[in-house]
């Protein structure tokens, strides 16, 4: 199952799936994935992030391709600080960008130094 | 917005989307995605189909871009029969398979013709 890149999983698996980074701290959850409808890449992971019950909760979208699955941790690694995730763009529930906006893509990609996915 | 290749989409968005065929046939609706952990594709939508319920319904993964999405029709268009579409793969939702298999993974590109995603 681990031998080949034909590791497949359905997306409301991924969907809350816990995030840390490689000190062990938690840093949120998986809430949704952004994809491009067109060429069916996943663009980004939504971690959720803070809150209680969905109130002050915070979404922060990261290149999917800075996530790495940890199969001990049973979630996913980011090489980010708190403090990192702080300053990363993000959200609140009510205020959901536009994905179609490539500017937004833009600054998600350049907070991540990840290649701009356009 | 639809002025470039920039359109991305929530999963979750997708998850609930209507599927018809050319000749406006409603054929089901997807279920879930199913994507490669490490390359980041969406290899498959998972159509349901039939059922009431949750009861008898089957599920139909088909490769991503075998859809098409009709923004008059506010739903996908995949290019098969009534007919072909009870040919293709599928599965109640107790024998869901396992999708780190590449044999399941090549019958259903086998059976829409598209390229293997290995």
Redesign the interface.
């Known amino acids: ?1 681990e031998s ?9 698996r ?2 809350g799936t816990e995030v840390y980074n490689p000190q062990g701290d938690h840093l949120g959850q998986i809430d ?13 992971a ?1 971690m959720s992030f803070g809150g209680f019950l969905g109130i002050g909760e915070e979404y922060h979208p990261m290149p ?2 800075t996530l790495t ?1 940890d199969p001990e941790k049973g979630g996913y690694v980011v090489n980010m600080s708190k403090d990192q995730l702080q300053d990363a763009p993000h959200y609140a529930r009510q205020k959901e960008p536009d ?4 500017a937004y ?1 833009k600054r998600i990609n350049d907070y991540y130094g990840t290649p701009p ?2």
Chains 1, 2 share one sequence.
Not at 4 to 12: K, M, V
């Open positions: 199952m080949s890149s034909f590791e497949n999983i359905r997306a409301s991924v969907e949704d994935l952004v994809i491009g409808k067109r060429d069916g890449e996943v663009k980004y939504i999917w391709n699955y994905w179609a906006d490539p893509g996915f356009v």
